[in-house]
T-cell receptor, first 115, second 110 residues
Framework: GAVVSQHPSRVICKSGTSVKIECRSL??????MFWYRQFPKKSLMLMAT?????????EQGVEKDKFLINHASLTLSTLTVTSAHPEDSSFYIC???????????FGPGTRLTVL | KNEVEQSPQNLTAQEGEFITINCSYS?????LHWLQQHPGGGIVSLFM???GKKKHGRLIATINIQEKHSSLHITASHPRDSAVYIC????????????FGAGTILRVKS
């Protein structure tokens, strides 16, 4: 299958700082990228859907000013956790899709720990 | 009731055993995905199917659209198959966004 990378794989930051996570589709053009959050021993929760060149669509309850998403190109989307707090500590996973009915390919995830 | 139900929640098998994980859903879908998540978190897409049956190596996935049910089978299981297996459906009413099951924790003992 296609390859999606995420960077960094793990980040520890102080409370109040901002953290940027990158998601790249390495061998295909992703018209749509999704950002998920996973709490320990829970399934994935969709945070937002981003289409290249347009504003992201956020799920209910997800603060768009807190979780800034940019989908600047067909191979790169970024998630910035602004003014991070310990409750933002989680596992963040992105996925990329080449077309509306195509398979989603998942990144390896980024574990964020906010001290 | 969750829109996607998986069973069993936990499964322990002996190496070599045939394993079946089930997924039932209650909504209209355009596709169903089986995903694998290893400890450490990375998710691998195993199958995407909308009808019939797919096979890849020792893995087989089937779907019955009328019964809204899918199964993932692992033949000749191996300890390296130990992982969480997640069923996810592309929900037609939600613009084909994925709705996830809670996952099945599989442990294969040698």
């Amino acid at each position: 299958g296609a390859v999606v990378s995420q960077h960094p794989s793990r980040v520890i930051c102080k409370s109040g700082t901002s953290v940027k996570i990158e998601c790249r589709s390495l061998d295909f053009q992703a018209t749509t990228m999704f950002w998920y959050r996973q709490f320990p021993k829970k399934s994935l929760m969709l945070m937002a859907t981003s289409n290249e060149g347009s504003k992201a669509t956020y799920e209910q309850g997800v603060e768009k000013d807190k979780f800034l998403i940019n989908h600047a190109s067909l191979t790169l989307s970024t998630l910035t956790v602004t003014s991070a707090h310990p409750e933002d500590s989680s596992f963040y996973i992105c996925s990329a899709q080449a077309g509306a009915y195509n398979e989603q390919f998942f990144g390896p995830g980024t574990r964020l720990t906010v001290l | 009731k969750n829109e996607v139900e998986q069973s069993p929640q936990n499964l322990t098998a002996q190496e070599g055993e045939f394993i079946t994980i089930n997924c039932s859903y209650s909504v209209g879908i355009s596709a169903l995905h089986w995903l694998q998540q290893h400890p450490g978190g990375g998710i691998v897409s195993l199958f995407m199917l909308s009808s019939g049956k797919k096979k890849h190596g020792r893995l087989i996935a089937t779907i019955n659209i009328q019964e809204k049910h899918s199964s993932l089978h692992i033949t000749a299981s191996h300890p390296r198959d130990s992982a969480v297996y997640i069923c996810a459906v592309a929900h037609m009413e939600y613009g084909n966004k994925l709705v996830f099951g809670a996952g099945t924790i599989l442990r294969v003992k040698s």
